[in-house]
């Protein structure tokens, strides 16, 4: 398959008191074109760094580093003020968790898409309010030359998660990065919006990629999985691979601790112990080690543990699993 | 539900509850019915779930059941007499609490956690000053906390450790039933995880009763033994657990069902998550 993005070996650091603090680290990845990635983990695993990096986006504050983000040619870690804007929208575009903060609650939601086409191409008003109709419909916004008329707080928060659909649609990207874009929304919204998205990436062709903590969605979503800890991969794969073969003792917890549609009583949950350590204080071990229940003694302190194939596709970065295989996690 | 349990010790209960708010819009009044005609009652050592979008007036019933809100018509009664004044009020809080859904708004951010969960104790004058801090310590100890995090701020915890602290103070007065309004939800698997084991020992060890209120469809199956659907202020179905979710009967919660992200069901083949 043809690749659209490739990021190798991506890291972020903000500068603080005692030295830099690392919050993503060494992270590469490939979307081939038409593809989907599914990046999960909890909070403060550095998936949203990781898109905001996508998207030259990144608190001014941060260091950016990595040997290439290769995207349809060039490297996005090379970009300046001016390069950025060409790609930022046009090309990538992100939909955001929250629409309510994402939208600007004083201009009607006709000019706030219309001013998106404006800035990326010379048009008329009138080319630029048709897009702006056109665009409104493929997300599923219900009589969008009429209602686009209203002001974002008219709207429910399905319908205003449709807008900021239509926003990112607005200059036709080739690849759109949904931040836990349904995170907020109500179960049978979510639904709407899951499908929406996996119908427009069919549809218009596009490459997406999908930020979420629910392993249930990733699973709707499909394509490849990214599972991030503590701003480091520690397994990717085919969705459904990944999901039901787990090969990192961080992945088996997770599915071993988020209850499902079959979970009962009699099969109690098994929370993971303990916390998710602070950036900057992993030191060189597996960012892992200190709740793995399955640490290699005198390895996992000392050494980031590299990739090993789990599968086609699959892989795993574990010591475990490295020296032992399945065999080990149990 | 048997006649027994609703004369038994510590039911909270809610007979015909409808509340209506007045809505004001471009000079006309209109009235908006948010729960119409609910009841429900809770034994302690019972655990029942209450699921609904938002706006179906899942919240606002159980903000009448503890008081905050009144109804415009029905009955709260708690161990089987009906709760009226002022004073019957704030008996039912010492037996029955509440636990708010954000944790960071739910606790004051210049009151160290201490003291915040040594006020309840305070307001209802219960416990001598100078053993409050004993109290404290030990409540800490009991949500799997370090004594130590009395002397934090709020700011200080994490999400998961504040909605630890926002159970330990609702636990301080030691009731019988809980309240808690989506209490999980903001929180990460691995810590939610923590929370729902949490709940569970409460209730095996305390003999506590649990309302609770949640949108996730998997949560409340694992924890609850008796769900109620909510839909635009009505109750559409109810009964035990597994029979409501292995053989829904209203629409409504079959949709709602449909609709929750899983993976057992994706990776089993029902969805078509990858086709």
Redesign the interface.
Known sequence: MEKVLSVENLSIRFAGRAGDITVVDDVSFDLSVGGSLVIAG??GSGKSMVCQALLGIVPGAAKVTGTRIDWRGRDLLTLGMQDWRAIRGAEIAMIFQDPTAALNPLITVEHQISDVVCAHRRCSRQEARARAIEVLGLAGFPEPAHRMKSYPSELS?GLRQRVAIALALAASPSLIIADEATTNL???I??QI?TLLRRLKDELGLALIFVT???????????DLLVMYAGHAVERG???QV??DPCHPYTR???R?????????AN?????PG?APRPGSIGAGSPFRSRCPVVVDGICEISRPGWTAAGPGHAVACHRFARDGREGLR | MSVRKQEGHGVLEARGIIKTFTVRREGSTRELRAVYDVSLSVAPGEIVGLVGESGCGKTTLSRIMIGIEEASSGQVLYDGRPVVGRADWRALRRSVQYVFQDPFTALCPTMRIGQALAEPLAIHGLCPAAERAARVARMLELVGLHPDVSRRLPNQLSGGQRQRVNLARALMLEPRMLICDEIVSGLDVSVQAQVLSLLIELQEKLGLGLIFISHDLRVIRYLCSRVLVMYLGEIVEQGPTEAVFDNPGHAYTKALLAAIPDHSRALAGVEHANS
């Open positions: 909890e909070s928060g109500d179960v049978s979510q639904a899951v903590h629910d392993l249930g969605l990733a699973a709707e979503i499909g394509g085919p969705v459904r999901l039901s917890g997770l599915l601790c988020a209850p499902t549609l079959r979970s009962s009583r109690p949950l098994v929370p993971i916390q």
